[in-house]
């Protein structure tokens, strides 16, 4: 396993942060609470999901870690980039990129955790992340865990971590199961003989059952035609009762049928009188008058038309405004002939007059004209006076007229209602009528109990067929029982003998050999482990005195010239020294693997705690030198010095920034 690419959103101190890895020895170096450990708590987070909520940077509900790495399979690099997305209420999920297959897959946060432990090849049997702990990542001021503490709870543990990390457990899984398959077998055996003897028990089982089952087809034989002819005539009787019961149902509709129309003949019936009330008015009205209906309707007869009456009024208005113009003129002229007369000179040109006689002549004949025009005025305003009268006639006839429709109008609608009234009569009679023809309700309740009594009897000879037919069912299911019982009986003869056989095979070949190859291979485990950490020890430890050495529980065995020292008992550089000698040896153990998890990852946080300032440079030295094709180391030590990046983490108004340098830069 190889990282690539971290991103970081809001995570703890880092709001927004994106790192290349490079591969060999990379060095994560800030001041104390810069952010260095969150890269190494966020890569754990990415592939194994764990507290992930406490990771989300304070005052933000969301977060993302966005991880890449490589994983060998043979010669080919397989990429793939695990994507968790973060939240302080709800768990979230994420999803994962396989570069390869150019694909990509969405996950809950429990199924994405598998999928990242069976890509990188952690057995599913095992705790991924305690394997990762114990072979890959040693946190801070936790590279003591696996060897320190002598309980036997302890040692277990650290012996569970590493027979899983090692897929150890199939040996003990397969002489476990060997064991229980012999055992099963002896028991099988066991029973198996004594089912032997029911053989000839079971044959003339065999003949009473076969006896038994001919006797109920007879029996059912003849109740089948009986339940027959109960059943049709329970259907009959149903049919008969269901068909009158349907009929009777009918009388609650005709009744509310009829309710509905006794109750429109009601509403019908107060909307004549409320019709009657207001013709009375109206006819009072037309009496108030002085003229009976008849006469009304025979004067409306007569009427002209008002526009006609109201145009031949002005045209007399017309008339007698010219006559009076006329008048007016005439009596003008006689005056001016008077006036002539009087003078005797003209009074228009001034001339002299030599006679009044002629002026007299045209002052009778000017007098008599105006006399005629008043007397024609006279004859005119008495035309225009009975048109007048007759105007005012005809205007009181026409709201006479109104009147008269409006009674007209009610009489129609109470026609119209009385007609509705006596169709509603007719047909309430003719639902009564209906209603006498229906069924009375004596006639149901015979047949619904006629129709019970035919049910019952069909149900009586039902339950004894269906009786007759379970004993049938049961005793053919009992005879197929026991002919199956019989064959395997006799199979058994044979599988007694062939399980006689596996039995000895497991005992004296099978147990032994899976034993023999689990210790050879523990053992061998054991011995690379033990060379690889008192190699480790030699290159951290300077003192020569002291060796160390591993049991078959890979406890940590410290000797002093030849005397076995207590951990507790070991200085501080010491006890650094050895547990980082553990987990250097256990990496290089792992990446020896054939198959399964063998990571070229290695990540250290502060390895060089406990360590003296003398003994510091040597084992940044031993560190620098680590064959891993990748480790992260995360300290503030400045002492090393073969490195391929350093990335230098600082922070800055609480946020976390990042700075990458390839090693000389």
Known sequence: MIIKKLILENIRSHESTEIEFAEGKTLIRGDIGSGKSSIMMSIEAALFGKRLKKLVRLGEESGKIELTFEIKDENLRKKYTVIRKLSTSTQKGGEIIYHNERNRKEFSAEELSIEVTRILGINESANAQEIFHAFVLAKQKELEKLIEGGRKSDVNERTTILMKAFEMEAYKFAIDNAGRLNQRIKDRTIGKKGEI??????????????????????????????????????????????????????????????????????????????????????????????????????????????????????????????????????????????????????????????????????????????????????????????????????????????????????????????????????????????????????????????????????????NKSTIINRDLQNETNNLNEMKLELKKLKQT????????????????????????????????INYKFNELFKEWFELLVEDTSKTVRVDEKFTPIIEQNEFEQEYEELSGGEKAGIALAYRLALNSLIRQQPIGFRPELLMLDEPTDGFSKEQLTKVSNILSDIENEQVIIVSHNQEFTILDQIINVTKENDISKIQTQSYGD
């Open 197 to 462: 003897k029911k053989l000839d028990e079971i044959e003339e089982n065999i003949l009473r059952k076969n006896d038994r089952i001919n006797k109920l087809n007879k029996e059912l034989e003849v109740i089948s035609q009986t339940l027959k002819v109960k059943k049709e005539k329970y259907i009959s009787k149903k049919d008969e009762y269901d068909k009158v019961k349907e009929e009777r149902a009918k009388i609650t509709v005709i009744n509310t049928l009829i309710r509905s129309k006794e109750e429109e003949i009601k509403d019908k019936k107060e909307e004549i009188q409320t019709n009657d009330k207001k013709r009375n008015v109206k006819k009072d009205k037309l009496i108030e008058s002085g003229k009976t209906i008849e006469q009304i309707r025979k004067g409306l007869e007569n009427l002209v038309t008002l526009d006609e009456l109201k145009k031949k009024e002005d045209r007399l208005t017309e008339q007698i405004t010219h006559l009076k113009m006329d008048k007016n003129r005439k009596g003008d002229d006689a005056k001016r002939y008077e006036e002539i007369r009087k003078d005797g000179r003209c009074t228009t040109c001034g001339r002299e007059i030599s006679s009044s006689s002629g002026y007299d002549e045209l002052i009778s004949t000017a007098n008599m004209e105006k006399e005629d025009i008043e007397k024609e005025i006279v004859k005119i305003n008495e035309e225009k006076k009975s048109i007048r009268e007759t105007i005012e006639e005809n205007q009181k006839n026409k709201d006479l007229e109104r009147d008269l429709e409006e009674i007209d109008g009610i009489d129609e609608v109470n026609k119209r209602l009385n007609e509705r009234i006596q169709g509603l009569t007719d047909e309430i009679d003719q639902q009564k009528v209906k209603l006498d023809k229906l069924p009375d309700k004596n006639k149901v309740e015979l047949l619904d109990e006629e129709q019970k009594r035919a049910e019952e009897e069909f149900h009586n000879e039902n």
């Open 493 to 524: 003869k044979l599988d007694i003998n062939r399980l006689d056989e596996i039995n000895e095979w497991l005992n004296k070949y099978f147990i032994n050999t899976v034993q023999l190859i689990e210790d050879h291979v523990i053992h061998t």
